[in-house]
Nanobody
Framework: QVQLVESGGGLVQSGGSLRLSCAAS????????IGWIRQAPGKDRETVAA????????YLADSVKGRFTLSRDNAKNTLYLQMNSLKPEDTAVYYC????????????WGQGTQVTVSS
């Protein structure tokens, strides 16, 4: 079981920044991949970033490379998504999710946080 709690969404103007946080709790977090997945109205879900908690492996989608940065605080079991140079097309509900290493799909989800970027 993994519990995930997101925070940090909001409304920002184009070009602005936001930082999302995901506080994770699990018996053995090192067995999981933690990711940020966004869902915009009328669009497919997109995995924008992910990290293997036990190692250095990270992923950033091409659509956010150079603008978004993934980091974590191991002591707090918290994953951060720093989002800079935000664009209106980044508007979405951002979910923190977890899956066991090697699994094809995420099976633990947070409640989601809304990010709205105005033009």
């Amino acid at each position: 079981q993994v519990q995930l709690v997101e925070s940090g969404g909001g409304l920002v103007q184009s070009g602005g920044s936001l930082r999302l946080s995901c506080a994770a709790s699990a018996r053995t977090l090192s067995l999981y991949v933690i990711g940020w997945i966004r869902q915009a109205p009328g669009k497919d879900r997109e995995t924008v970033a992910a990290i293997t908690w036990s190692g250095p492996s990270t992923y950033l989608a091409d659509s956010v490379k150079g603008r978004f940065t993934l980091s974590r605080d191991n002591a707090k079991n918290t994953l951060y998504l720093q989002m800079n140079s935000l664009k209106p097309e980044d508007t979405a509900v951002y979910y923190c999710a977890a899956k066991p290493r090697g699994a094809s799909s995420y099976n633990y989800w947070g409640q989601g946080t809304q990010v709205t970027v105005s033009s």
